[in-house]
């Protein structure tokens, strides 16, 4: 069965520093999702994707976080530099086409600690 | 910002039994999601109820949707020690694709 991947499934870093995470999506899901989750806390969506477009990036801190889909297949979301408040798991979820009612596929997630 | 929220926020019961989860939400729906996480892991989507239905089943899960109280429950019957998760309820308001999560509610199934 196809699976959302993404890489590192762990980081540590110091603050300030740069960090980026990967995501390949399901193959042919046109939407593509980056979610921030907080321990104890429910996804909060940062950034979605339609093919390379981005259609809501409205919760995305654009000071320090930026998001790209250059060819409208995998995904890196990067954090520069990072802070002690950035930890939390990066979830990257695809679906065939953004639409109402559409199933999301959850990838197992990027645990961040800053340090 | 969270719109659904889940009710217990924890809840711990022994195989065999049943698990009740509530969500409420803020604003009105097109439709709401149950999704599953497993600890440290990516979250699983499992049954998803319109606003004009009031309920849905699926294997052992019974979704209930009350618009007027803006509620849902997710019911999981005869329980088992597999089933410990976190529960999210997410919603999808009107003019909008996007999914807005509850905080979960931790299930526990004892063997």
């Known amino acids: 069965e196809a699976e959302v991947a993404q890489s590192p499934r762990y980081k540590i870093t110091e603050k300030s520093q740069a960090v980026a995470f990967w995501c390949d999506p399901i193959s042919g899901h046109a939407t593509l999702y980056w979610y921030r989750q907080i321990l104890g806390q429910g996804p909060e969506l940062l950034v979605q994707f339609q093919d390379e477009s981005v259609v809501d990036d409205s919760q995305l801190p654009k000071d320090r976080f930026s998001a790209e889909r250059l060819k409208g297949v995998d995904s890196t979301l990067k954090i520069q530099p990072a802070e002690l408040g950035d930890s939390a798991m990066y979830l990257c979820a695809s679906s065939p086409n953004g639409v109402a009612g559409e199933t999301q596929y959850f990838g197992p997630g990027t645990r961040l600690l800053v340090l | 910002s969270q719109q659904g929220e889940e009710d217990p926020q924890a809840l711990s019961i022994q195989e065999g039994e049943n698990a009740t989860m509530n969500c409420s939400y803020k604003t009105s729906i097109n439709n709401l999601q149950w999704y599953r996480q497993n600890s440290g892991r990516g979250l699983v989507h499992l049954i998803l109820?319109?606003?004009?239905?009031r309920e849905k089943h699926s294997g052992r899960l019974r979704v209930t949707l009350d618009t007027s109280k803006k509620s849902s429950s997710l019911l999981i019957t005869a329980s088992r020690a597999a089933d410990t998760a976190s529960y999210f309820c997410?919603?999808?308001?009107?003019?909008?694709?996007?999914?807005?999560f509850g905080k979960g509610t931790k299930l526990t199934v004892n063997p």
């Open positions: 109820i319109r606003s004009n239905e």
């Open positions: 997410a919603t999808e308001a009107g003019g909008s694709e996007k999914l807005v």
